[in-house]
């Protein structure tokens, strides 16, 4: 399967999300792997051996989201300067978001650009964050916000990678699969609740819809200047969760399950979604075992780091909301009063 992604309406670049068995892959010049201490260990080897390249490296660093800072991107950089990496070199990210984002982000400024390809050996890494040229690290103030738009030269997702996946790390990436049929595609929604994710037939059709969902979304917004913000549906809320817990509680994906769920209240309070409507996404969500509460611990501060947020401007909150299932709206005019109102249902 292949899906096609062309940033037309930007920067007018092609390249394809390749859905099937890791193929032979040919390069012509200096390849270097990033990749975790985890996953090196898991499939680093088999990767290896699909790799043709006139010179190959391996750069190595610490696992854990804790470790996306701009610290562990100059290290990369140090290692690519170490092996004399030219402008015309190839980085391939071996591993989830965060090593997809470091490695992207790596390539984005070393030397002023060079490509890089994904090999996302996540679920939400294969459905989401390897799609679409979104790189950067954390910082003390919020979650990405260092950063670059900057696409890929080829992402190859190959479901056998998710064999050694933890059951945890596989539910977390279906929160991200969720969150697109909430947003785009009510049948979607409906074809995911009795989908059989164990299935690999079953799975890469999951998969390939919702790339092919966000590649829509891509095309047609490539820096989110419009409709590719409503992807971060779930994220306003689970990015401050992710601050307050110092990124080490919740997996990204449990964290944006927790934030669908905060903006699923919101939009209920706002008449924007049935509660029978927020009561099926959560029964789906639960049937995952993914977290759907959270408590808050100070309301006011809770609502303070919404300003830290990417979309914030002129001191406007903007927040992703669904209307009903298969229905989005972005709205930027929610009071102070009613957002805290909503805020208090989740202090216990």
Excluded: C, W
């Amino acid at each position: 399967m292949i899906v096609p992604i062309h940033l037309e309406n930007s920067s007018d670049i092609k390249y394809n999300v390749v859905i099937d068995t890791l193929p032979e892959l040919t390069f012509n010049r200096k390849v270097a792997i990033v990749t975790n201490t985890t996953v090196s260990e898991l499939h680093l080897e088999h990767l290896k051996s699909k790799i043709s390249a006139d010179e190959l490296y391996v750069v190595t660093v610490e696992d854990g989201e804790e470790f996306k800072t701009l610290a562990t991107v100059e290290a990369i950089l140090n290692k690519l300067f170490e092996a004399k990496l030219d402008r015309k070199s190839l980085l391939i990210a071996l591993g989830g978001g965060v090593v997809g984002d470091m490695t992207g982000f790596t390539a984005s400024i070393y030397q002023r650009g060079i490509g890089f390809v994904q090999v996302p050996t996540t679920l939400l890494s294969q459905v989401d964050a390897s799609v679409g040229g979104k790189t950067g690290v954390n910082s003390a103030y919020g979650k990405n916000l260092i950063g670059a738009f900057y696409q890929p030269e080829a992402v190859y997702i190959d479901t056998n990678f998710l064999k050694t996946l933890p059951k945890r790390e596989f539910a977390a990436g279906i929160a991200e699969i969720i969150k697109m049929a909430v947003m785009f595609d009510r049948d979607y929604f409906d074809f995911l609740v009795d989908a059989d994710f164990s299935d690999r037939k079953s799975l890469e059709k999951v998969i390939r819809r919702s790339v092919e969902l966000k590649a829509e979304v891509v095309n047609l917004d490539e820096k989110e200047s419009g409709i590719r913000a409503v992807l971060n549906y779930g994220h306003t809320f689970g990015h401050v969760i992710e601050n307050e817990t110092n990124y080490t509680t919740y997996l990204h994906g449990e964290a944006v399950a927790i934030g669908m769920m905060m903006a699923n209240a919101l939009a209920v309070e706002l008449g924007l979604m049935e509660q029978n409507q927020m009561d099926e996404v959560e029964k789906f969500l639960k049937k995952h075992q993914l977290p759907t509460s959270y408590n808050i611990s100070n309301v006011d501060s809770f609502y303070d780091k919404f300003f830290l947020d990417k979309k914030a401007s002129n001191n406007r909150l903007k927040f992703i909301l669904p209307k009903g299932l298969g229905g989005h709206t972005i709205r930027d005019d929610i009071d102070e009063e009613t957002l805290k109102r909503v805020l208090y249902k989740f202090v216990k």
